[in-house]
């Protein structure tokens, strides 16, 4: 039994010699040192080469991280999480609606501080509090496994965005994608986190949406905008954001060069944040995706943004559902594009606009210049559901057919759209390769077909197929 003496002082060394306040900041540091030496003693007891005794090794490491978490909850005096404890060795960690508090929170952080699995750690409503966040903080601060944190809906308000702006400045951890939804962030804390968004260059993906940042709150992310090179993807939507602060927030995106998704939908831009963003569009060559739906922005809105679209090269999806826009707008949009052979664009969301047969000609004009366009509108005038289904064809079936009549595959066929022959392409690829192809699908069968092999990431997967047979 000498092999287990170095054990004992890990396993007696109990709260009563070393009680540490709740609010310990040593306590982090202290129970993830002695998780090492619990996992290194562990491991040296299993010496033999077999394979089986190699799972051991392994197993003894999980129980070395399950006994660091079941301590960490006795000394913060909560309930071991039953999920965290089964999933201690998966990378995704959904710990959402979990109830835990400043101290369940200090526990797993305890836990996670040596863990090098979880590299998405989900942490949305849990009543953090100051004392949770601080302790994800300290944790982060050693953990360079973790890569993706969601701590929404914890009303962190202005503290919590202090220490959250204190981190970031700190450009020190392996996190790029941080979600901060529905915290009750004001200007005051848009103030804090755009100073420290300024000069960080890690954070790739950010979550600000749900909050209650006004016009002041504008101009803070414009400024920030402006300086920052490392956000890829920033959601504002649904904030306070009228004219001055859709003007500022514009002025920061007009140079901005790394931002490629922005959505700043359920916002109040109106026709001048509307000129502001045409004038972006026509500047900005980095941004691929803009959602501005819902902003109270009419045709004559809609004619600055094409004023922008005439001659932008990087923008691919523009979502404007939900403004009220009729379909004069709606033909100013695509007739920029008409005019702009060097557009990118593949998908328009007007859903909420009816449009009529002479809008569809003048769009299968468009597409014969942008065959990876689709425009999503509500129906159109005059064009009843029965006259449709009449028209309507399973592209599945039509492709079939094709495929029996050149005895090839179906999964042959859409190996053969793709140029190097792999079994996923770019929508806007697969869709340009559909509409040119030599099977007759319109508009929406091709739309049909891509709803049914998208893999939800911005490509289509004909590994699906198996789902969408006739």
Known sequence: MDNDEPLEPE????????????????????????????????????SSETDLEIEDTEKSFTTGQRELYLEACKLMGVVPVSYFLRNMEESYMNL??????????????????????????????????????????EMLQENYYLQEMNVSDNDLGLKGARIISEFL?????????????????????????????????????????????????????GQMLALNIGLQSLDLSWNHFHVRGAVALCSGLRVNTTLQKLDLSMNGFGNEGATALGEVLRLNNSLVYLDISCNDITNDGVSKISKGLEVNESLKVLKLFLNPVSMDGAVSLILSLKRNPKSKMEEIDISNVLVSEQFLKILDGVCAIHPQLDVLYKSVQGFSAKKALLQWTNPMKLIQSYADQHKITVLDFFKSLNPKGMMTMPVGDFRKAMIQDMVPLNLPQVRELIKKLDDKTGMVNFSLLNMAKP
Request: glycine fraction near 6%; hydrophobic fraction near 35%.
């Open 96 to 137: 959402n609606h979990h109830g835990l508090g400043p101290n369940g929170t200090k526990a797993i952080a305890i836990a996670l501080v040596s863990n090098t699995s979880v590299v998405t750690l989900e942490l949305a409503d849990n009543s953090l509090m100051e004392e949770g966040l601080l302790s994800l903080v």
């Open 11 to 46: 396993t007696q060394d109990e709260p009563e010699t070393e009680p540490a306040p709740q609010n310990s900041d040593e306590t982090l540091y202290c129970e993830a040192e002695a998780s090492v030496g619990v996992d290194k003693d562990k491991a040296a007891r299993e």
């Open 169 to 221: 400045q700190r450009n020190i951890s392996s996190l790029w994608n941080l979600q901060l939804s529905g915290n009750n962030f004001r200007d005051e804390s848009a103030e804090l986190l755009c100073q420290a968004l300024s000069a960080n260059y890690q954070i790739k993906t950010l979550d600000l949406s749900h909050n209650q940042f006004s016009d002041k709150g504008g101009e803070y992310v």
